[in-house]
């Protein structure tokens, strides 16, 4: 009897942990994206590239920004193992200064929050 409670003991445990060892890691390509010095009114839409190195699917459930200027857009559908996918931020140029922005990715990754950057002087048009 003793020795089917320390079998039993011993499957379960080996069954948590090879579960365990099934993550999504996301790598991105860059975690800042300089827009450098642009001209009022100019394109502000970047993309954040990244892969999936892990070996279980990547869900991003949420990307959210520090600011209502800067407009993030996930990726609706898991990405699977080894794939790559795009977060596009777009960036409201209409706004003269500097830009020094946080987007903040929500995961099942390994990292589940990961902060990106946006940085860049957005001036009036010459």
Do not use: H, W
Not at 63 to 80: A, F, H, L, N
């Amino acid at each position: 009897m003793k020795k089917l409670i320390a079998i039993a003991i011993f499957v379960a445990v080996g069954t948590g942990t090879a579960m365990a060892q099934e993550t999504a890691k996301i790598e991105f390509k860059t975690e800042t994206i300089d827009y450098g010095k642009i001209e009022k009114g100019s394109d502000g839409v970047r993309i954040f590239e990244f892969t999936n190195t892990g070996n279980a699917p990547l869900i991003i459930s949420d990307v959210t920004s520090s600011c209502g200027c800067t407009i993030p857009k996930k990726p609706e559908e898991p990405i699977q193992p080894g794939e790559s996918g795009e977060i596009m931020v777009k960036y409201n140029t209409k706004l003269v200064g500097p830009i020094r922005r946080t987007v903040s990715v929500y995961s099942n990754a390994e990292e589940a929050t990961k902060a990106l950057k946006i940085k860049g002087r957005v001036v009036e048009k010459e």
